[in-house]
């Protein structure tokens, strides 16, 4: 029987299977190989990145044959990186480190009201920070590659697309081309950042995040571009680096989280360094014989235009996934019209039974790497290891690491009101001065927090966001209590732990309705 009739005969038994509300991907992997035994692999991964490499690890511990495909296609100005995806190579690991050489900055100018000698002028060296950022992500390439060994993962440096729904084409670095047919395929190729094709000069002479963290040249004088995760983030850390740094945005900061939060998120930095341009958007980009680029903007209000010159550009505007190439069409996997990402179900199955999607590739769900492991763990477990467990996309925390950090989980409070009305949500909140701001005089205003919760019963506590120093080790904590159904009693009646700035979430104790200050005063 050819492949493309045991697709439709797949689909025809999901059809039936899913009608009778009883369809699992193991049931349908079952079928597949009881009735074809000439597979070369149980499965194929497409994408080594978080969820890729997650989803292959797991699936060979069952004892399968297992296949990951990893290429990095290089970036409009040629950056390219080795194994393990955007979040080891030029995502979360280079974010993380980036910020906390600015964090050290700051904490050296602190040092000096704790009574440490430190020199006057203090600067940071670029030309050391990215070979030190560097080393340790090559150590994780490393790293990866001996794991996929270990585990007897077969890992092709090379670039899969579909031939048919059981075959794949993988060309390699060199040029040579395989095939490979397998049972089962995952696709996680994450995405890439975006750039206005509508503005002349973007692509031409900005970068993205893929080309920051490995630039050998100081960013100098920077304009970043976008107001969400990554443009807040980007122009932070370079701020506290030192470098004179403007952030333009076309409307409002973190679209999608508690508008409260972000506007005290940017007012931090915005008192702390970063320039913002509000209400703007860049027209083109032109770069002089000096390399300098003379950025034209408007402000989206008034129209008018303004003109300033910048040694780098850094366009963080979203991403957008990596579905062209792959010959979806040839495999019959739909892909969601707008944003071609992949549309799959709740246990991330693409339109194709045998083929499944996670990460950041997959609609509607949130691009972070812990939430593209656990999904791609969780699916090797269903399709080999005979488990009915199902990646749960609720409450799931997460934090920006802006200079000052926030972290959340759980509903905004905008959306908690739009969800419950108004009328049947407590908010309580605080603002608070760390200690360890008080000796150097550092600038506590938007030290914040809230829970947002219901009336009823017990209050159970629907959002929680803490605006502070170390937010995504704070709120990790407090995301595993809400998933035990925290409730607001719950949490006031856990005894802090002093004197920490975590202590203030189980001390809250002013509502927003009763109007009182909120301001935590004393020890
Ligand atoms: P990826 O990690 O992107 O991996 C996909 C891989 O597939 C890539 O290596 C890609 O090159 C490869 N590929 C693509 N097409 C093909 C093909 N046809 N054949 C073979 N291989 C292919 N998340 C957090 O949780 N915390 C953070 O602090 C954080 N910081 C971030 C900072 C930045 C600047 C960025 C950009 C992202 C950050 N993220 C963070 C998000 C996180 O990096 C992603 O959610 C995560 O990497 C998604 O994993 P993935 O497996 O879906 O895709
Ligand atoms: P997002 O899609 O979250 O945000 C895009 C931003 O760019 C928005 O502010 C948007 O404004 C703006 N924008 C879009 N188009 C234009 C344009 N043409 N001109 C000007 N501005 C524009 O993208 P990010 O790249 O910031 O983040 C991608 C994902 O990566 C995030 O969703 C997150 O899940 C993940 N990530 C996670 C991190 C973490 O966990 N700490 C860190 C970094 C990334 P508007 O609101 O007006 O649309």
Known sequence: MSFVKHSARLKHITRHLNA?????????????????????????????????LACSNEAAKYGKKVAVLDYVSPSPQGSAWGLGGTCVNVGCIPKKLMHQAALL?????????????????ISLSWEKLVPAVQNHIKSLNWGHRVKLHNNKVEYLNAKGSFLDPHTIKAVLQNGTEKTLR????????????????????????????????????????TLVIGASYVALECAGFLTGLGFDTSLMMRSIPLRGFDQQMS?????????????????????????????????????????????????????????????????????????HQQTKKIVGNNSEQTTVPHIFAIGDVLQDRPELTPVAIRAGKLLADRLFGGSDILMDYDKVPTTVFTPLEYGTVGLSEEKAIDMYGEDKIEVYHAFYIPLEFIVPGRNAEQCYMKAVCLREGDQPVVGLHFIGPSAGEVIQGFSAAMRCGL????????????????EV??????????GLDPTVTGC
Request: proline letters at 5%; charged letters at 25%.
């Open 20 to 52: 009778h509300k009883s369809v699992t991907s193991a049931a349908v992997a079952h079928v597949f190989s009881r009735s074809t035994n000439s597979q070369e692999y149980d499965l194929i991964v497409i994408g080594g990145g978080s969820g890729g």
């Open 105 to 121: 900055g700051e904490s050296i100018k602190d040092a000096r009201h704790f009574g440490w000698n430190v020199p006057d002028n």
């Open 182 to 221: 397998a049972e089962n395929f995952v696709i996680a190729v994450g995405g890439r950042p975006r750039f206005p094709f509508e503005v002349p000069g973007a692509m031409q002479y900005g970068i993205s995040s893929d080309d920051l963290f490995s630039s050998e040249k100081p960013p100098g004088k």
């Open 263 to 335: 506007q005290l998120v940017s007012d931090y930095m915005e008192n702390h360094g970063t320039r913002f341009l509000k209400h703007c958007v860049p027209v083109r980009v032109d770069k002089d014989d000096r390399g300098l680029l003379h950025v034209t903007w408007k402000e989206t209000e008034t129209g008018k235009s303004h003109q300033e010159t910048f040694e780098t550009v850094l366009f963080a505007i979203g991403r957008d996934p990596e579905t062209s190439q792959l010959n979806l069409e040839r495999a019959g996997v739909e892909v």
């Open 487 to 502: 409730t607001y009693e719950s949490l006031s009646s856990t005894v802090g732990i002093h004197p920490t700035c975590a």
């Open 505 to 514: 979430v189980v001390k809250m104790h002013i509502t927003k309705r009763s």
